[in-house]
Structures are given as C-alpha cells and as structure tokens.
C-alpha cells in the first residue's frame, strides 16, 4: 500500500464508508484532533517507565485509534463491514483505573496545576487536548449522530488522563503543583 495515492489533493479526504469529504469538514476535524491526542499519548509513553502505567496509557492509545475509525465511519449507512467502535465497557476501564491509582494517591485537598515529572506533564497537556475533543465531539452529536458512547467516554478520559497525570508524578516520587490562590 503506498503513502499517498494523490486522491486528497483536492481537498477531500475519504470516509471509511466510502463517503468523500471536504478535510475541514466537522468530522475530519474532530478525528484530526483526538490523533493529535493520540500522539501527546505517545509521547508520554516515551517519558515514563514500562511499568503498569504504561500498560494502560498503551490501552488508551490503542482505544483512541478505535475513537478515530468510529469517527471516521458514520454509523449510517450500515456497513458490511466491521468498524471498531467505541462503547461502554472502554468507560468503565477508565473508571476501573481512575479508582486503582486513587487507592495509591494521598487525597486531593487543592487544585493542581500542570507540571510534575515529565509524563505527568504530558498527561496534563493531553487532558486539555481531550476536552477541545470532547467540545468538538459535542458539536458533532449536534449536527450528526455519533452514537452514544463517544461523548461519555471523552467525558471520563479527561477525568482518567487527571488521575493518570497525578498517578505519574507519585511514581516518580514528585510532588503534584498546588494552586496557591
């Protein structure tokens, strides 16, 4: 399979149904975004041990890519093929692994800021880039059913990438950045 096959040189990219697209289009944009979320994923994969943390941060990347197909396919018309699509069971790991770091984490009593050891850092970057996904997301539902999931699990993936950035720093033995009003 070649890298470029001179089809998007007009502007318009395809959809996995098939559908041509303009690339400024609500839903490229939307897919565009959370692969730009993707890769601030990756590069906190990059800052940090291979340790449980990473596991999951490598699930969330891989789930991120099935968010991207999920966009990138309409639900319709129903295809004759299979999408991955996103779905209860991916919030409900997110929830399952905001209350395993939380079991370790002393109690948040403050805001925190970004910063800490790198890969928090990284997770507090990628937590913003989520909620202009989730805004977006939200824009879409508007105009166009995305189903029902997609809204919910952008929802609890900032509240994961939160608990993951401050997770990080406890790993490192750093301590999170209190607000001082």
């Not at 790991?93 to 209350?99: N, V």
């Not at 997770?167 to 750093?174: Q, S």
Request: hydrophobic share 35%.
């Amino acid at each position: 399979m070649k890298i470029y096959t001179k089809k998007g040189d007009d502007g318009s990219t395809g959809l996995f149904n098939g559908e041509r697209v303009s690339k400024s289009s609500d839903r490229v944009s939307l897919y565009g975004t959370s692969d730009e979320l993707n890769s601030i994923i990756g590069l906190a994969l990059v800052f940090g041990e291979k340790d449980a943390l990473f596991d999951d941060l490598t699930t969330v990347s891989h789930t991120l890519f099935n968010l991207g197909s999920d966009l990138a396919t309409p639900l319709e018309p129903e295809l004759k093929f299979e999408v991955p699509r996103i779905n209860d069971s991916d919030t409900y790991w997110l929830e399952s692994r905001i209350d395993k770091y939380d079991e370790s984490l002393p109690p948040l009593k403050a805001f925190i800021l970004p910063g800490g050891c790198k890969r928090a850092a990284f997770l507090h970057q990628a937590r913003t880039v989520n909620r202009r996904v989730e805004r977006m997301a939200v824009q879409l539902s508007q105009e166009e059913n995305i189903g029902n999931f997609i809204i919910k699990y952008l929802n609890r993936l900032s509240d994961y990438l939160f608990a993951a950035s401050r997770y990080a720093n406890f790993l490192e033995g750093v301590s999170d950045v209190k607000w001082k009003k």
